[in-house]
């Protein structure tokens, strides 16, 4: 229990605290500026990849360019293989939504998204996937993206989205150094691995298990449908863990 002299010290603390930290600019106190050259851009940390769900560019550009609509993306790619440049890389586009990937929630603020012109429903052309990674080896040598900071609008939001699809070919961008992927022979998991805190290892939002493992699924053990972990599946996660932490025990 605390004594009063106690909470007396704490409420001091916190006065303290507050006279020292910066007063917003929202506050309107006069405030000199004195501009500092000692700053830089903020850098995209991560990719996120989209599809449209429609059935042409030209209709993905409309809504991704309708001020009413509030969405955005920094590039389309159109099934040719030609590329739209929407938002400047360096501008926060609104393509995320209410999004989550281990500690961060808002993605918009940290990465760059590419919209993929894509019904949800069917292949992506070679020439897509071409364009596509063209414009991540650009990303890549301009900031420095982990390869396990490519992900799809899915793992970042797998109770609202299921795009990119389980159509998209994750295994290829990854040959390229754009996210991770395992293949067999792969590890065997330990019996007590608890796969919920894997996943949440991993960097998924697991407040809601069955659409984690599922966007989960979509991402990585693509021809599997069910919202189980199969053997298969948990020896996959456990591969993928160790590529970005120490293995659970």
């Known amino acids: 229990m605390r004594t009063i002299g106690t909470i007396r010290w704490a409420g001091l603390f ?19 500026w ?19 769900s429609n059935d042409t560019a030209e209709q993905a550009l409309r809504t991704l360019t309708d001020p009413a609509r509030r969405v955005s993306s920094h590039y389309l790619i159109g099934r040719d293989g030609r590329i739209y440049q929407l938002v400047d890389e360096r501008a926060r586009a609104w393509h995320a939504g209410e999004s989550k990937w281990g500690a961060t929630t808002d993605l918009n603020s940290v990465s760059l998204g590419i919209e993929l012109d894509n019904n949800g429903d069917e292949l992506f052309p070679d020439v897509q996937i071409s364009a596509l990674l063209t414009l991540l080896n650009g990303m890549r040598e301009r900031y420095a993206i982990p390869a396990a900071n490519y992900l799809g609008h899915a793992d970042i939001a797998p109770r609202r989205k299921v795009d990119p699809s389980r159509r998209f070919p994750w295994e290829t961008l990854a040959r390229q150094g754009f996210g991770l992927w395992c293949d067999p022979p792969l590890p065997e998991p330990p019996a007590a691995m608890d796969t919920t805190l894997a996943l949440r290892a991993l960097g998924y939002d697991v407040s809601a298990p069955e659409p984690a493992i599922l966007a989960f699924k979509r991402h990585f053990v693509q021809d599997e449908t069910t919202p189980e972990l199969t053997d298969r599946a948990r020896s996959v996660l456990y591969c993928l863990l160790s590529k970005v932490t120490d293995p659970l025990p």
């Not at 916190?14 to 000199?32: H, I």
């Not at 004195?34 to 449209?52: C, G, L, Y």
Request: proline share 16%; net charge neutral.
């Open 34 to 52: 004195q501009p500092s050259p000692n700053f830089d851009e903020r850098r995209p940390n991560f990719v996120i990849i989209h599809a449209t």
């Open 14 to 32: 916190a006065v303290l605290l507050a006279a020292c930290a910066p007063l917003p600019p929202t506050t309107g106190v006069a405030m000199q």
